[in-house]
């Protein structure tokens, strides 16, 4: 029986645990940009054109 209360006072650790790591990535603005993961997919790379081979160098 003992080991029961042992078991939940350390899920009840981990969880508090848990608890404050997310409080402290809110706090620190891990989540305040929500809209722009989701539409990062859609907007283009900026690449440089291809530039052809010089034909006159023959």
Same mark, same amino acid.
């Given at each position: 029986?003992?080991?029961?209360?042992?078991?939940? =006072?350390?899920?009840?650790?981990?969880?508090? +645990?848990?608890?404050?790591?997310?409080?402290?990535?809110?706090?620190? =603005?891990?989540?305040?940009?929500?809209? +722009? $993961?989701?539409?990062?997919?859609?907007?283009?790379?900026? +690449?440089? $054109?291809?530039?052809?081979?010089?034909?006159?160098? +023959?």
């Amino acid at each position: 029986m003992s080991i029961i209360f042992l078991l939940i =006072g350390i899920s009840l650790l981990v969880a508090l +645990t848990f608890l404050a790591a997310f409080f402290w990535a809110v706090r620190s =603005g891990q989540y305040e940009d929500d809209y +722009t $993961p989701a539409v990062r997919m859609l907007f283009e790379d900026e +690449t440089e $054109p291809d530039i052809p081979p010089d034909s006159s160098a +023959t």
